[in-house]
């Protein structure tokens, strides 16, 4: 089992430039999530899918899109990417949302806008 | 108040020390607690669930009091490879994700 897996997993863009990042997930979970994580604010949610074609909105959504495309996999859109948008993007998933459920983590994808 | 806090550190200690994070949250209503470690440059992986009764896993126990609403991790005879960052998880009653806290630096140093 790869668990989840992410692409890329460092990308650079200049502003305005448009970008997908990829998430899947071998493990049959039916919630997975998208957070970013800049220093000193720890992980922020920014949308996640409960089940297959669900999606809702975290803490900071704005300035990106998500796609439940199956079962398996989540990705996370930035239309139009901003310097604010430097982060590092970790997709995760579990078998439920909520409860007492482990979430599994991707390796992160390292994104830089300048 | 926030849901989730932690107080970031960094904890700067000495291999073999004791250590102790405490992690305070907000709704009273969470049941489910846990404790995740981070690594530098790493993803987050569940370290350990907290337990109503309190529980142990080796060198780390972790308590939940209800009452004040706080959980803590002990990590005892500390190593240098449990420098990471600690990040303490509860659940919000619903179908709603787990909360995460911001996260408590550790530094064990030789």
């Known amino acids: 089992n790869a668990g989840v897996t992410q692409t890329p997993k460092f990308q650079v863009l200049k502003t305005g430039q448009s970008m997908t990042l990829q998430c899947a997930q071998d493990?049959?979970?039916?919630?997975m999530y998208w957070y970013r994580q800049d220093p000193g604010m720890g992980l922020r949610l920014i949308y996640y899918?409960?089940?297959?074609?669900?999606?809702d909105k975290g803490e900071v959504p704005n300035g990106y899109n998500v796609s439940r495309l199956n079962k398996r996999e989540f990705s996370l859109r930035l239309e139009s990417a901003a310097p604010s948008q430097t982060s590092v993007y970790f997709c995760?998933?579990?078998?439920?949302?909520?409860?007492?459920?482990?979430?599994?983590f991707g390796p992160g994808t390292r994104l830089t806008v300048t | 108040r926030k849901e989730v806090e932690q107080d970031p550190g960094p904890f700067n200690v000495p291999e073999g020390a004791t250590v102790a994070f405490n992690c305070t949250y907000s709704?009273?209503?969470?049941?489910?607690f846990f404790w995740y470690r981070q690594d530098c440059r790493k993803e987050p992986k569940l370290l350990m669930s907290?337990?109503?009764s309190g529980n142990e896993d080796g060198r780390f126990t972790a308590q939940l009091n209800r009452a004040s609403q706080y959980i803590s991790l002990l990590i005892r005879d500390s190593k240098l490879s449990d420098s990471a960052t600690y990040l303490c998880?509860?659940?919000?009653?619903?179908?709603?994700?787990?909360?995460f806290g911001k996260g408590t630096r550790l530094s064990v140093i030789a």
């Open positions: 995760a998933s579990s078998e439920r949302a909520g409860g007492a459920y482990e979430q599994y």
């Open positions: 493990m049959n979970h039916n919630s």
């Open positions: 899918s409960a089940s297959e074609g669900t999606t």
């Open positions: 709704n009273s209503a969470s049941q489910s």
């Open positions: 907290v337990y109503s």
């Open positions: 998880v509860v659940n919000i009653p619903g179908n709603t994700p787990l909360v």
